[in-house]
Structures are given as structure tokens and as C-alpha cells.
């Protein structure tokens, strides 16, 4: 009878191991960018000849953080720079969300996080919950209330190489 007993215990134990590898991997594999959600298209006026559109570095928008109020506040989503001056009570010094202000701080948005370590555009191997809140805080709230005053360089580069490599097709 301990011998029945002892076997069913290992049965029991042996399944819920075997049902915490499963769920540890799946949730591993949904919860990685890649899955189901596929990000809005960001869409980039450049303007006749690419005149219009304004190229930043991460260097150069550094220098809009609010600390020079000689100068616009900016701050880019996803590549797009904005100018969030009107938003100085959120973004100017001082201010809850400062740590956004002069930066691409993608990463940060879209993980609700104003940590150091997440003050890039690099979203890699983020959710898809974490990226879909990101576009929607893109498209709801940067797009919808700030002017778009230019592009990160590495957003144009991408842009002007992806529409080379699709003329490039068309004329073969």
C-alpha cells in the first residue's frame, strides 16, 4: 500500500515538472517579439528631394532635453522626432518623463521604464504586449499631439535603403 502510494506521489510529481517545462517554454516563446504582432508601419515624409525631413543623431538630439531653453524640447518614438515643447510640465527639467527628453527612448516607452539601461531605440527581444503598447502609445499619444519636426539618421538610412533595394526590383 506505501508502495502505491509512493508511486502515485512520483506520478504526481513527475507531471507537474513535465507541465512547469512546458509552461516555462511556451510562455519563453510567446513572450518574445517575433510572435503574432506585427508593428505599425512607420511612415516618413521626406519631402521633394528629402529637403524637408530633418536627420538627427543620437548625439545631436541629446542637445534638446530642455536644459538650453534657447531650444526646442525634443524626444523620438520608434525614429520619429518630436517636438514635445509644449509638454515642458512632462518632459522639461525636472519633470517626471525629463529622462525621455533628447532621445530615442523606444525601449523605455514601450517597458514603462525611466531606467538608464532602457534609454535606446533597440527593441529587441521585447514582447508582444510591449510592443503593441508602444505603438499605441505612438499613434494615441506622440502622433497625435506633437509635431513631427524630423527622423533619426538610423530610421532614414533604413527608409532610403529599403526604397533603393525596392526600385532596384522594379527596374530588373
Not at 512520483?10 to 508593428?39: D, E, P
Request: negative net charge; aromatic residues 12%; hydrophobic residues 40%.
Amino acid at each position: 500500500m506505501a508502495d502505491a502510494g509512493r508511486l502515485t506521489m512520483n506520478v504526481w510529481q513527475m507531471l507537474f515538472v513535465v507541465l512547469l517545462l512546458f509552461s516555462v517554454t511556451y510562455c519563453k516563446k510567446s513572450s518574445r517579439s517575433g510572435g503574432a504582432y506585427k508593428q505599425v508601419k512607420i511612415e516618413i515624409d521626406l519631402g521633394p528631394d528629402g529637403a524637408e525631413a530633418r536627420r538627427f543623431t543620437a548625439a545631436e538630439l541629446r542637445g534638446y532635453d530642455g536644459r538650453d531653453s534657447s531650444k526646442h524640447l525634443l524626444m523620438a518614438v520608434r525614429g520619429v522626432v518630436f517636438d514635445v515643447s509644449e509638454g515642458k510640465d512632462f518632459y522639461g527639467p525636472g519633470a517626471g518623463y525629463h529622462a525621455l527628453a533628447g532621445r530615442d527612448a523606444s525601449r523605455a516607452i514601450a517597458l514603462w521604464s525611466l531606467e538608464e539601461k532602457d534609454m535606446v531605440h533597440d527593441l529587441s527581444g521585447l514582447s508582444d504586449d510591449s510592443l503593441k503598447g508602444l505603438d499605441d502609445v505612438f499613434i494615441g499619444t506622440y502622433k497625435k499631439k506633437y509635431p513631427v519636426i524630423g527622423y533619426m539618421d538610423y530610421l532614414i538610412d533604413a527608409y532610403t535603403e529599403k526604397t533603393f533595394e525596392d526600385r532596384f526590383k522594379e527596374d530588373l
